[in-house]
T-cell receptor
Framework: QQQVKQSPQSLIVQKGGISIINCAYENTAFDYFPWYQQFPGKGPALLIAIRPDVSEKKEGRFTISFNKSAKQFSLHIMDSQPGDSATYFCAAGSARQLTFGSGTQLTVLP | ETGVTQTPRHLVMGMTNKKSLKCEQHLGHNAMYWYKQSAKKPLELMFVYSLEERVENNSVPSRFSPECPNSSHLFLHLHTLQPEDSALYLC??????????????FGEGSRLTVL
């Protein structure tokens, strides 16, 4: 019940395309859903986060879509660029814990 | 220096060695964390310190021993490790301990290899 399932494990997208990464959770106590971006040799960094009172949050080319009833959320990267190539982690948090997904390695081809 | 800095960046040790990982945060935060990152697995929380007091310990083996002498420094002491402990160890900090609802600021990690 504490897991966050993330898919796909790896994703290859052409420059200018849309990258979509999906996550699902079970614990209804989660009320904070961040996405972290990690470049090789670096630590993860917060990219964007959403709380369940909204169904969508957009920051530039990055959008989180949130479906509370399905307990799913996803990250959409519009107009993907080679510089977006990184590993993306979704997570789900509550007042007690933060649980991460297993990560998606995104490669954007030039 | 800014952000969260970790040393050493790479460490190779034998199973009988004793070594330590060091983390320092320059953000004025009050909570610090150790995470373990293994390939294709979720980040695994090991320890949390809030205002120098340990508030979370996710049943980590006793061969890992944390130390938080002040709110800016965090150590992970390692002894008699196993090869399966080889991983990237990430230090993180946050402004306050909120469980799981605040932004974490990660260091670049210490890559540990146990022979």
């Amino acid at each position: 019940q504490q897991q966050v399932k993330q898919s796909p494990q790896s994703l290859i997208v052409q420059k200018g395309g849309i990258s979509i990464i999906n996550c699902a959770y079970e614990n209804t106590a989660f009320d904070y859903f961040p996405w972290y971006q990690q470049f090789p040799g670096k630590g993860p960094a917060l990219l964007i986060a959403i709380r369940p009172d909204v169904s969508e949050k957009k920051e530039g080319r990055f959008t989180i879509s949130f479906n509370k009833s399905a307990k799913q959320f996803s990250l959409h990267i519009m107009d993907s660029q080679p510089g977006d190539s990184a590993t993306y982690f979704c997570a789900a948090g509550s007042a007690r814990q933060l649980t991460f997904g297993s990560g998606t390695q995104l490669t954007v081809l030039p | 220096e800014t952000g969260v800095t970790q040393t050493p960046r790479h460490l190779v040790m034998g199973m009988t060695n004793k070594k330590s990982l060091k983390c320092e945060q320059h953000l004025g935060h009050n909570a610090m964390y150790w995470y373990k990152q293994s390939a294709k697995k979720p980040l695994e929380l090991m320890f949390v310190y809030s205002l120098e007091e340990r508030v979370e310990n996710n049943s980590v083996p006793s061969r890992f021993s944390p130390e938080c002498p002040n709110s800016s420094h965090l150590f992970l002491h390692l002894h008699t490790l196993q090869p399966e402990d080889s991983a990237l160890y990430l230090c993180a900090s946050s402004q306050v301990w909120t469980g799981g609802t605040g932004e974490l600021f990660f260091g670049e990690g210490s890559r540990l290899t146990v022979l």
